[in-house]
């Protein structure tokens, strides 16, 4: 039988691997916190959008015509206003009739909890006309109104588990009358 030298390891190889298995689970221990924020802003952006496109997605749905004038897009009277009927018009939307002047129910301002399977979002609609020109990038026909979208929500932050800033994501299309 021939003797083998069957040395281990020395304890200051196992203090240095240690170490070194310490700092790299401590490392790790700072990084998933960050990357799961990270995802859950991604999600709560992704959230708003798709909320801010389906109210858009609705809205192109509505009559706009000009003869006779059955008007269910509205205008908003000023920037903080949901949109109503306009003077001159009235809207009529399957059995529903609203009169000049009114507020137009499905384009009306939705509070955090009132959307529907999305309690942490609000959602607010407002239309320009733009035969006044504005905000509708340099179009000022009065058969056009731009319609934006805002959906706001309150994000996660890395520690305190809230936000004191709400975020909102903002959408914006042109209609044009039909």
């Not at 909320?51 to 000023?78: F, H």
């Amino acid at each position: 039988m021939s003797l083998r030298d069957e040395r281990g390891f020395t304890v200051a190889e196992v203090l240095i691997a240690a170490v070194v298995v310490t700092l790299a689970l401590v490392a790790l221990a700072n990084v998933v916190p960050l990357a799961s924020y990270g995802i859950q802003e991604g999600n709560q952006l992704s959230t708003a959008t798709f909320l801010a496109d389906q109210k858009l997605e609705q809205i192109k749905a509505l009559p706009w015509a000009g003869t006779p004038a059955n008007d269910c897009l509205g205008v908003s009277l000023t920037s903080n206003a949901a949109p109503r009927v306009p003077v001159g018009a009235s809207c009529t939307l399957g059995a529903t009739t609203v009169a000049a002047g009114n507020a137009l129910t499905w384009e009306a301002d939705e509070a955090t909890g009132a959307i529907a399977g999305f309690p942490a979002y609000s959602r607010d609609v407002r239309v320009t006309n733009c035969a006044t020109g504005g905000p509708c990038a340099g179009i000022t026909d009065a058969g056009m109104r731009l319609v934006t979208v805002r959906v706001t929500y309150t994000p996660l932050t890395a520690g305190t588990g809230t936000a004191a800033t709400p975020k909102s994501v903002q959408v914006q299309m042109i209609v044009s009358q039909r």
